[in-house]
Nanobody, 115 residues
Framework: VQLVESGGGLVQPGGSLRLSCEASGFTFRTFDMSWYRQAPGKEREFVATITGTIGSTGYADSVKGRFTISRDNAKNTVYLQMSSLKPEDTAVYYC?????????WGQGTQVTVSS
């Protein structure tokens, strides 16, 4: 099983980034996929989620209206489109796959929002 995040980097406030998480080793379409983030000195927090079958989405209040999660089951990939980025969005972003009782995490990708 492997989850590989990509797309992180340095961006100015107000800018945009798209994160990708490519999965392998499990039946991707049956897993709920989520993004979490962890800022320095803080606990890991939920960002967004998308279900495996219907594709329903949910967001943390702090990113609602600015971030969009999507998935491409043909490519075994989940995306996080981030817009109107703020310095407080700076964190390592992690991809998670879950279908009880299985749960997998990626290694994370750094997003830094700074001028």
């Amino acid at each position: 099983v492997q989850l590989v995040e990509s797309g992180g980097g340095l961006v100015q406030p107000g800018g945009s980034l798209r994160l990708s998480c490519e999965a392998s080793g499990f039946t991707f379409r049956t897993f709920d996929m989520s993004w979490y983030r962890q800022a320095p000195g803080k606990e890991r927090e939920f960002v967004a989620t998308i279900t495996g079958t219907i594709g329903s989405t949910g967001y943390a209040d702090s990113v609602k209206g600015r971030f969009t999660i999507s998935r491409d089951n043909a490519k075994n990939t989940v995306y996080l489109q981030m817009s109107s980025l703020k310095p407080e969005d700076t964190a390592v972003y992690y991809c998670r796959a879950r279908s009880w009782p299985s749960e997998y995490w990626g290694q994370g990708t750094q997003v830094t929002v700074s001028s």
